[in-house]
């Protein structure tokens, strides 16, 4: 399995990208590549999409919009989900929409890079589109050990 990431957006560059996927390659046991849609957003459009989708009124620095429910953990096969195969033929996990603004921010804020934050905020969004959550301790728990596994992948540590 594949992971692809379709993002157009300079402020991902193609060498950061073509890493990351190369991190996901086989984290998930697939019979079909896999991809993900990935946005950059000013602070106002990422407010409208927090207030529209989860009626939280306020800038936020990642959302994620998984396009299928139930997946954590379980082998993904292709003939399963036949709505969500896009026109390359990958299983399209979700979208993620990022504030790079808020990511900058945050970079500052906890004093290291804004590329380790991005990549953090990315894979993070991955992680929700694949059904991981962090509502719950047990589940912050699970959530945290996957991201910081493909983070490992690509030498960023805490």
């Given at each position: 399995m594949s992971f692809f990431i379709y993002c157009e957006d300079e402020e991902f560059a193609p060498e950061n990208k073509a890493?990351?996927?190369?991190?996901?390659?086989?984290?998930?046991?697939?019979?079909?590549?896999?991809?993900?849609?990935?946005?950059?957003?000013?602070?106002?459009?990422?407010r409208r999409l927090n207030r529209e989708t989860r009626n939280i009124d306020k800038v936020t620095d990642v959302l994620s919009y998984p396009t299928m429910d139930g997946i954590q953990g379980v082998a993904l096969k292709g003939a399963e989900h036949p709505f969500e195969i896009d026109e390359e033929g990958r299983l399209l996990i979700g979208s993620i929409a990022i504030c790079a603004d808020r990511a900058r921010e945050q970079a500052e804020e906890y004093g290291h890079?804004?590329?380790?934050?991005?990549?953090?905020?990315?894979?993070?969004?991955?992680?929700?589109?694949?059904?991981?959550?962090?509502?719950?301790?047990?589940?912050?728990?699970?959530?945290?050990e996957k991201e910081e596994y493909v983070l490992g992948k690509l030498g960023i540590v805490r």
């Open positions: 890493a990351l996927e190369g991190a996901l390659n086989g984290f998930v046991e697939a019979d079909v590549d896999l991809s993900v849609e990935l946005i950059f957003v000013d602070g106002e459009e990422i890079s804004y590329e380790r934050e991005l990549h953090y905020l990315i894979v993070h969004g991955v992680m929700h589109c694949l059904g991981y959550d962090h509502i719950q301790d047990e589940d912050r728990a699970k959530m945290r």
